[in-house]
Nanobody, 115 residues
Framework: QVQLVESGGGLVQAGGSLRLSCAASGSISSISTMGWYRRAPGKQRELVAAITTVGFTNYDDSVKGRFTISRNNAKNTVYLQMNSLKPEDTAVYYC?????????WGQGTQVTVSS
């Protein structure tokens, strides 16, 4: 069974940094897309960043230049380096992978940025 284990969330001051990681369990391979989504209070879930098998990336405009997504295919792990954090970044962040045509989601990790 596919399971995603997220880590790295927490509470930081505005301007600080966090690095999120998400590891897919098992012996799965050929994950097509890995990404991070977030859900802020009262808002719909939105894409933060995504990365393809060969490293093509896509970012929400609000995080371009501040966040960097990367992946380690050998470890089935995706990372999100978050710098210059703003209070508006406060949300629950969810890892998602696409494997064999199916979406798999992590349980989410809370990121809180104080003023």
């Amino acid at each position: 069974q596919v399971q995603l284990v997220e880590s790295g969330g927490g509470l930081v001051q505005a301007g600080g940094s966090l690095r999120l990681s998400c590891a897919a369990s098992g012996s799965i391979s050929s994950i097509s897309t890995m990404g991070w989504y977030r859900r802020a209070p009262g808002k719909q879930r939105e894409l933060v960043a995504a990365i393809t098998t060969v490293g093509f990336t896509n970012y929400d405009d609000s995080v371009k230049g501040r966040f960097t997504i990367s992946r380690n295919n050998a470890k089935n792990t995706v990372y999100l380096q978050m710098n210059s954090l703003k209070p508006e970044d406060t949300a629950v962040y969810y890892c998602k992978i696409v494997w064999r045509g199916t979406d798999y989601w992590g349980q989410g990790t809370q990121v809180t940025v104080s003023s």
